[in-house]
């Protein structure tokens, strides 16, 4: 009976009637990178929202290479994003693979409120480098392949003499990690309104509830208590054997624009 209805559902869904028929409560979306806690944000609104994560990979990915290929163009891009959403009408959106695509999302939906989840760069560096460890590339989805690929750029032929040891695991140089950790954050203070804009420190999610339920504007009984949900399953310390000054140097060079931003937006 499911398949049976299945093209009759997908027909309501180009028409005006699907709005109604699935009405949403609230919109919104968390922008922040992987390894900030965008797996927490999603679990958080889903016992009473519809709420996602990473959804629809393979595809949002493909439109996101195509974008930063220029086989895409803008407008082609916002058609397929608002077919995405008309398709699924989430109530709640947490993907890393979103971010890029803020100032389109932040213009289709005037009136959606955006999360941007954020990790310190020393310790997001630690977290997606033993995430690419415990998930090597040989064992992932190609999309997944490319998303990393097109963030963090490809791993290199040849290492630093500094960044040797990132070599035995086929990593992305910390120029890749860190010039994306500073992209991806700037492109969404950038492009997304003050007034819709949350910005939520990863180590204060535990005691965010207040701040996220006021925000999107629901009752603080509706979400549900944060936790760990997505954490490496092991820790290789491979940065152990980098320099500490030599990760701080890269970090003042990449990150540290978009640190004093943050550090501005949250005072303000």
């Known amino acids: 009976m499911t398949e049976l209805l299945r093209p009759i559902k997908s027909a ?38 519809r709420s996602a994560h990473e959804s629809r990979p393979a595809e949002t990915i493909a439109l996101l290479e195509e974008y930063w290929a ?37 213009d289709i939906f ?12 020393r310790k997001w560096l630690r977290s997606v480098i033993d995430k690419c460890i415990n998930s090597p590339r040989d064992e992932l989805a190609e999309h997944y392949v490319a998303l990393r690929d097109l963030c963090y750029g490809r791993p290199p ?33 950038n492009h997304v309104p003050e007034d819709r804009l949350l910005v939520l ?14 925000f999107v ?20 310390h491979v940065l152990d054997d980098v320099s500490e000054e030599y990760i701080q140097e890269l970090i003042d060079v990449h990150c540290r624009e978009t640190i004093n931003a943050l550090q501005a937006h949250w005072s303000g």
Not at 217 to 236: C, I, M
């Open 70 to 106: 220029g086989k895409a163009s803008e407008q082609e891009v916002r058609e397929t994003l608002r077919d995405r959403d008309r398709r699924h009408r989430y109530e709640f959106e947490s993907s890393p693979y979103l971010g890029p695509f803020a100032e389109h999302l932040a």
């Open 157 to 189: 032929d040849q290492y630093s003499d500094e960044e040797a040891v990132l070599a035995s695991h086929n990593l992305h140089s910390l120029d890749g990690y860190l010039q994306y950790w500073a992209w991806h954050n700037q492109t969404v203070l």
């Open 217 to 236: 504007g629901v009752n603080q009984s509706a979400l549900s208590a944060p936790g760990r949900k997505n954490a490496s399953s092991d820790r290789h």
């Open 110 to 121: 005037p009136t959606a409120k955006f999360v941007l989840t954020v990790r310190a760069p």
């Open 12 to 49: 309501i869904k180009q028409t005006p009637l699907w709005p109604l028929l699935r009405p949403r409560r609230i919109h919104a979306y968390n922008l922040g990178a992987g390894r900030t806690g965008t797996t927490t944000v999603a679990r958080i609104f889903g016992d009473s929202y």
């Open 201 to 214: 420190r990863t180590r204060m999610l535990s005691n965010s509830l207040p701040q996220l339920a006021a």
